[in-house]
């Protein structure tokens, strides 16, 4: 079955730096494009970043454009999100996100790691 695990969040200072990972099982990894998604609190789940199969084309929300790097590693099975500069408004728990074709579309998630982002 499908299986995604979240690691790499924590508490660090505004202008700090955390790089998260996601680990990927139960299908072809090197098939599917990968997303990086946050919820804070009282607030709904928004996308963060997303990257194709072959990691030859990303996209980011505005609010984290210039600071978010979001990279895989196909041989690894894993994806990872370099989050720099960070924001107290980065606060948030993080979810990496797949959708896999099995007789039809299903979305899957990690069970999510927080970032906490104070001084």
């Known amino acids: 079955q499908v299986q995604l695990v979240e690691s790499g969040g924590g508490l660090v200072q505004p202008g700090g730096s955390l790089r998260l990972s996601c680990a990927a099982s139960?299908?072809?990894?090197?098939?599917?494009?990968m997303m990086w998604y946050r919820q804070a609190p009282g607030k709904e789940r928004e996308l963060v970043a997303g990257?194709?199969?072959?990691?030859?084309?990303?996209n980011y929300a505005d609010s984290v454009k210039g600071r978010f790097t979001i990279s895989r590693d196909n041989a690894k099975n894993t994806v990872y999100l370099q989050m720099n500069s960070l924001k107290p408004e980065d606060t948030a728990v993080y979810y990496c996100?797949?959708?896999?074709?099995?007789?039809?579309?299903?979305?899957?998630w990690g069970q999510g790691t927080q970032v906490t982002v104070s001084s």
């Open positions: 996100n797949v959708e896999v074709y099995n007789k039809g579309w299903f979305r899957y």
């Open positions: 139960g299908f072809t990894f090197s098939s599917h494009a």
């Open positions: 990257i194709i199969s072959s990691g030859g084309s990303t």
